[in-house]
């Protein structure tokens, strides 16, 4: 049995709870509460740089060992996810074609949905048709934040990078 680690990082669009295991992450979420952020365990403490810079805007691709717990059908999807481009969006549709099933379209929803490392899993890059901004577990708000801060700084690297 693992024995799971936690700590938080307050971020611009709230406070996430971040959990490990010896493995990897386990899980990033967005609480809707203050924490007194403490001592970070050794194996959060470059997932929390990470997440940093992403916020700030110098990071655009993770690399931080993950332990994904779920079924075979959802680790498929999660290990999709992120294959999305960093300031790209693709909707549900494609992703269950990405997958190779686009009759499983309400089961990719969920499959999203229950995304448990939220933003390096970019489960915020799915939109539904048209481009509207559906389903996320972090609040729309927040699904619409990350994409705009995605795509700020997408297109400032075309005319600056």
């Not at 899980?27 to 740089?49: D, G, H, M, Q, W």
């Not at 790209?88 to 949905?113: C, H, Q, S």
Request: charged share 25%; with cysteine; hydrophobic share 40%.
């Amino acid at each position: 049995m693992n024995d799971i680690q936690r700590a938080f990082l307050e971020t611009p669009i709230g406070f996430v709870e971040i959990t490990c295991s010896s493995k990897g992450v386990r899980s990033i979420e967005f609480v809707n509460f203050r924490v007194k952020v403490k001592r970070t365990p050794a194996c959060l403490k470059e997932c929390k740089l990470q997440l940093h810079e992403y916020f700030e805007g110098w990071r655009k691709e993770f690399s931080i060992p993950l332990d994904l717990e779920g079924s075979p059908f959802q680790i498929k999807v999660w290990n999709e996810l992120l294959k999305i481009p960093y300031g790209k969006t693709i909707t549900y549709l494609e992703l269950a074609r990405r997958i190779g099933d686009v009759k499983a379209l309400r089961a990719v929803g969920g499959a999203n949905a229950t995304n448990p490392v939220s933003v390096i899993v970019p489960c915020h890059r799915v939109i539904g048709m048209n481009g509207k901004l559906v389903g996320y577990a972090g609040g729309l708000k927040r699904k619409k934040w990350l994409l705009e801060h995605e795509y700020a700084f997408a297109q400032r690297d075309l005319f600056y990078g």
